[in-house]
C-alpha cells in the first residue's frame, strides 16, 4: 500500500482485522478468483491486514500457482487496497522442505519484475518455534530483500503463535530484537492460531471445541506490548455465531488484544466495528446472571429481566436479588443499584470526559470527578442513581486507548470515513480526531 | 520395564497415571508389603507410570530401609509390572543434606547388584528449584550411571514442580536441554505439586483448600510441549469425590496436561480411563445453568432440566432461557438449541470421522463437512437439529489427539486389551489402532 | 523506622499495606499536612509500608516541594511511625528527564543532613521497563548511598509494575539479582499497578473498569516467590465497595499475594485485617450459586437461602439443588451435604490443629486424621456431618502460612498488640506467637 518501505510496518498502530484469501482455488476458471474479489472489498467490508493465504486456506498442490496469483493480482489491484497486505507463505519449525519451499515462494512474490512488491507490507510466518526458528524467517526475508534489491528490513514480518515455543519465544523478543546479528526489528503482528496449537498442546475436550487459551492470548498481548508489536486473536470458526465473535473480541480487548482474525467480510465488519465505542452510551445492571443491558424509555433505563425484583413499601423497599429479600430505605436502594449499575460511554461522552479532563488539567487541577446521572426502572419504581468517579492523569491516559484506535483508523482508512460518520456524526468525528493533538 | 536403557524414557508420548506407593511402612509385618501389592496390579488398576515414593509418602526414618524395599520388591517383580517404574527420591533445592541422601538413595536403587536396574526406567526427583537445580540432580544420576556401568543418559528424570523458581525453569528447558555440559535430555514428565508448591507461594484460602493454580498448569503444559516432555498433575486429596477427580481431569486435558496422579488404585482406574474417549457419543445442551448431558430415549436426546422451557404456541414455539420468553419460529428455534447443543463423539464416532475425512483427502479434497444430527425433547416438544463442521487438514490432526491416546495405551498396555475391547467392542479397537498408519 | 541499614528490607517477611500519602498539596496552609496526618497513624490504621508518593499523587508542580516535606516530616516524626517508610519518587523507562528527576528526588530524601534518611527503609521505584531499567534505578540508589557515605545496598528498592516489559522481567530476577555488578539484592517488593499497566497492554472494556489481570497478579506472586521478595497488589479505586475490596483481597491470597495497595485509613484497616485468620470459625454451603456462609443459632449452622431446599419424607429425604429434586437416604444426603459445606477454621482451630500435629509428630506419627463435625440445618431438617481430612508435613507446613503471618506483625507491629488481643484474646495470641518456635 504504502511505498516508503522503511516505514511500511511502523504505519498502522493498531489492527482490528487480519483477513485471509486462499490464494489459488482448483477447479475455478480462473484459480485467482477469490484473490481478485477480496481485492476489490472497501469501507467496513475491507481488513486492516489482508492476507492472501498461500498456507492452509489453499491446497497444498495449488501453492505454486497461488504465488503467481498473488503476483498478478496485487500487481494489478495492490495500489486501490485500503489495507495492508501481507501474503503468508508455508513454513514448519519442524520440516527444512517445507521452510525451502516458504522462502521460494517469499522470492517469487517480492521480485520486482512482478510488480506486486511496491504494495506488499510483509509476508506471515505460520508455524515459528522458539526465536532461532524466527531469526530463520527473518535471515530469508533478508536475502529476497537483497535479491531483489529491496531496502533491508523494508519487508515486515508476522507470525502464527501456535506451538508452545512460540509462546515461549515471544518473552525473548524485546532483548533479542536489538542485536546487530539479526533484522527482527522487521516485527509487526504477533498471531495466534489456536487450532494448531491446540494440536501441538495435545489438548482435548469432551465435545472437540477449541479450548479458550486465556494464557496464550495473556502471553501474546504481553509480548506484544513489550516488544511494540500488535497482538492478534486467530479464527473463529463459527461464522454464524456473531454474538459469540463479538465476545470473543470483547475478552480480548480486556487482554490489549484488539485485532482479530477474519473469515469472511461479514466477520470483517464485525471486527472493524467491534473495537469502536458505541455511538449511543448505554446502562448495564447486574442482577444476579450477569451483566444485562438496560433498554431506554423516555430518559428512564428499565430492567425487563426477573433476576432482580422491586417494590415500594411503606417508607422504604423491598429488594428480590440473588435469591433473597432486602428492606431497603431510599438511600440503601441508590448505593445497592449503584454497586449493580455500570455505564458504558459512546464515543460522545468520551469525547466530552476527556475534553473536561484537558481543560482541568489546563487550569492546573490534577484530577476531577465525572458524574453520570441516571433513572433506573425495576418492577415500575424509578430510582435516581448517581455515579462520582476520579479521574487523573493515570485515567485520562488508559481512557485514552479507544481514541488513540479511532485516529489511528480514521488516519489510515480514509474509505471508512463515510461509514464513520454515519455511525457517530460529523463533529463527533471532527471532535474525535482533534483531542490530544 | 524394557532393557533396552536408551530407549526407556521415550516409551510412552502419553502418561495418564502416576500412582504412588509408600517404600516402607513402619510396624507392619513386611515393612514392603503395600510395595508388593502394587507390584501385582494388572489391567486399568495398573498405573502407566508406578512411582515407588522414597519422599513424603514414607516416613523420614523408614527412607533407608525404603530404598532396599524397593530394590527387592522390583527385582522380584518389575519384570512383569505393566507400568513404568519410577521411584521417587528425597531432594530439596534448599538442602543440601537432603540432596545427598536422595543421590545415596539412587545409588541403593540402582546399583546391579541388586537386580532392580534393568526394570527402573528413571528416578522422581521432587521440590527442585532454578535449572541449575535440575542440572545437579542430573549429573547425580549421570555419576550413578557411571558408578554402575550403565549407559549415559539411560536412567529418565522426572521433576515434582512445587516453587515458583521450578515453574519459571520450565521456561528454559528447551534451551538448556540441547547444551553439550548436561544429560538434561533424560527429563521425561513435569508433575505439579500444588501443596508443596502453595507453600512455597505463601497462598491462602479461607478453609485451607487448594488453590486452583490455573496458570501453573498451563505453564507446565507448554512447558512440557516446548521441550518434548509429559506434563502431570499432582494429587487430588479428596478421593471419596470421583466426580471432582474427573471434572479435574477434563479442565486438565482442556490445557494439554493428559496425566495425574493416582493416590489409590481406585484413582487410577479413573484417571486411566478418563482421557479415553467415550463409549457412545451423547449430546450436551446448554440451559443457562451449565452444560446437561441429555437422555437417550427412543432415539431422541431428552432434556430432564428446568432452567429451559418450551411449548408450541400457534404456528412457532415459545421458548423460556435464562429467565426470560421468546416466540421463535421453527428455524429461529432449530439456531437457537443448535447454538446450545453440543454432542460429545463416541471413540467409533472418532475414528469414522477421521476416517471419511482420509478418505476425502486422497480424493483430493482439502476440506470436508462433517454432518451430526438429532432431535431434542425439551417438555415433551420435539425439535431436529443438525450440525455441520469443516474439517480440514489442522482440524483433523487436532482431532487425532485422543487416538494418539489411544495407540499408545494400546502399544505399551497389553494388559488392558481385554477392558479396551470390553469398553469399544473389538472392531472399534482394530479400527483406532489402524488410523493413519 | 530500623537502624540497622543493612537489614532493613529483611525485616518483614510479609507486607499487607501499602498506603500512600501526596507528599504536597497545592493552596493548603501546610503543604505537608498529609503527611503530617499520615505519619500520626497507629494500630490497625497504619499501614505495614507507608509510601510518602511523589510521584502520581502529587501535582507534577508541588513534586520538588514534596521531595523537601518528605525530609522534614520524617525527620521529625519517622522515629514514631510504626510503618516501614518508603518513598516514591518519579520515574520512566522511556524518559531520561524524568529518570533525572527521580535521582535527584532520591538525593534529597537520603540527604543525611535532613535527617530523614535513618527512618527511611527504601524506595519505590514507579514504570520500570526491563530488567536493564530496574539496574539503572539501582545504580542510582548506589551512588546515592556512595554521596551520601550510607552502606551499600543499605536502601531497599521496591517497583511497581505497570508495563509488559517489567511484567517478563520479573522471570529474571533470581539470575540477575546473583551478579556482581549490580546491587539488584535491595529489591523488595513487586507492586502491581493495574491503571497503568492498563495504558501499556492498550486493553479497553466497555465501561472503563479495570481487566482484572489473573496473569498479571499470578506472574508477580511467583516472580516474588523466585526471588525471595514479596508481592502487593494495586489500588482499588471504588473506596467505598469494602466488599469488592475484601474479595480482591481473598483473590490474591490464594494466588500468594498478600499485600495490597491502601488508598484511605479506612482501606488500612481492612487491608491489615483481610489476611489474619477470623475469630471465630464458620461453615460454608455450596447451595449451586456459590459458597453461602450458614448462621450459627444454637449450636446448629443454618442455610438461610432458596437455592437448597430439604424435607424429610418417608424413610429418606427429598433435597431440591440445581432446579432439581433427589431422593436421598440418611447417608446420602450426608454425603451431598459433605461435598457442598466446607469450615473455614478460626485461629484458635488453626493452633489447635497445628498443636496437635506437632504433638503426633513428635510421637513418630507422619499423618494424622483432623475431623471437623457440625449440624447444618435446611428448611428446619437438621443433618449432622462430619469430615475427616488428612494431616502430613505438607499439609501443616501449608497451614503455617497465616500463622507465619501472624508472627511476623506480633513482631513488627507491637502497636497492634491491643488489636489483636481485643480480637482473638490473650491466649490464642499467646500459643499462635510460640507456635513451631
Redesign the interface.
Known amino acids: 500500500m504504502t511505498t516508503d518501505p522503511t516505514a511500511r510496518h511502523y504505519d498502522r498502530e493498531?489492527v482490528r482485522t487480519f483477513f485471509t484469501t486462499p490464494t489459488a482455488v482448483?477447479g475455478a476458471d480462473d484459480s485467482a478468483k477469490m484473490l481478485r474479489s477480496a481485492a476489490g472489498l472497501r469501507g467496513m467490508e475491507a481488513p486492516d491486514v489482508w492476507v492472501p493465504d498461500n498456507e492452509?486456506a489453499t491446497?497444498p498442490?495449488m501453492r505454486e500457482e497461488g504465488a503467481e496469483n498473488v503476483v498478478e493480482v496485487v500487481a494489478e489491484h495492490g495500489a486501490d487496497v485500503p489495507a495492508e497486505i501481507h501474503p503468508r507463505v508455508v513454513w514448519h519449525r519442524d520440516s527444512p522442505a517445507t521452510r525451502y519451499r516458504g522462502f521460494q515462494q517469499m522470492r517469487t512474490i517480492a521480485d520486482p519484475e512482478g510488480g506486486a512488491v511496491e504494495h506488499i507490507d510483509g509476508f506471515v510466518i505460520p508455524e515459528v518455534g522458539?526465536v532461532d526458528d524466527w531469526k530463520k524467517a527473518d535471515e530469508f526475508l533478508t536475502i529476497v530483500e537483497t535479491e531483489h534489491g529491496l531496502e533491508e528490513g523494508s519487508l515486515s514480518m508476522s507470525v502464527i503463535v501456535e506451538?508452545?515455543?512460540a509462546?515461549?519465544a515471544m518473552?525473548d523478543l524485546?532483548?533479542e530484537m536489538g542485536k546487530p546479528s539479526n533484522n527482527l526489528e522487521r516485527l509487526f503482528l504477533l498471531v495466534d492460531g489456536e487450532?494448531?496449537y491446540?494440536?501441538?498442546?495435545?489438548?482435548?475436550?469432551?465435545?472437540?471445541?477449541?479450548?479458550e487459551w486465556?494464557?496464550?492470548r495473556?502471553?501474546t498481548?504481553?509480548?506484544?506490548?513489550?516488544a511494540g508489536l500488535i497482538a492478534v486473536d486467530g479464527p473463529f470458526?463459527d461464522i454464524?455465531?456473531v454474538e459469540g465473535y463479538r465476545d470473543r473480541m470483547?475478552e480480548n480487548?480486556?487482554?490489549?488484544m484488539?485485532g482479530i482474525w477474519s473469515l469472511t467480510p461479514g466477520q470483517v465488519v464485525e471486527a472493524n466495528t467491534a473495537?469502536l465505542p458505541p455511538e449511543a452510551g448505554y446502562w448495564?445492571l447486574d442482577d444476579g446472571?450477569g451483566e444485562t443491558e438496560l433498554r431506554e424509555d423516555d430518559g428512564r433505563w428499565v430492567y425487563?429481566?426477573?433476576?432482580l425484583g422491586l417494590e415500594a413499601a411503606g417508607d422504604g423497599y423491598v429488594l428480590r436479588a440473588?435469591?433473597?429479600e432486602q428492606e431497603l430505605d431510599g438511600d440503601e436502594l441508590q448505593?445497592e443499584l449503584l454497586?449493580r449499575a455500570?455505564?458504558?460511554?459512546s464515543m460522545a461522552d468520551i469525547v466530552d470526559s476527556m475534553a473536561e479532563f484537558e481543560a482541568a488539567k489546563e487550569a492546573?487541577k490534577?484530577a476531577i470527578a465525572m458524574t453520570r446521572a441516571a433513572t433506573i426502572e425495576i418492577d415500575g419504581v424509578a430510582v435516581d442513581v448517581e455515579s462520582d468517579r476520579?479521574w487523573?492523569?493515570?485515567?485520562y491516559?488508559?481512557?485514552?486507548?479507544?481514541i488513540?484506535?479511532f485516529q489511528d483508523v480514521y488516519e489510515h482508512r480514509p474509505d471508512q470515513h463515510d461509514a464513520l460518520a454515519d455511525r457517530y456524526g460529523t463533529e463527533v468525528v471532527e471532535r474525535a480526531t482533534e483531542l490530544g493533538t
Chains 1, 2, 3 share one sequence.
Open positions: 493498531f482448483e492452509d491446497a498442490s522458539g506451538s508452545g515455543e509462546e515461549l518473552g524485546r532483548e487450532v494448531d491446540t494440536k501441538d498442546m495435545r489438548a482435548m475436550t469432551p465435545t472437540g471445541e477449541l479450548p486465556p494464557e496464550l495473556h502471553n498481548s504481553r509480548g506484544a506490548s513489550a470458526d454464524r455465531d470483547t480487548r480486556a487482554k490489549g484488539t473495537p448495564l446472571e425487563d429481566g426477573d433476576g440473588d435469591g433473597r448505593t454497586d455500570a455505564y458504558v460511554p492546573g490534577g476520579m487523573d492523569e493515570a485515567t491516559q488508559a481512557a485514552k486507548t479507544p488513540d484506535l
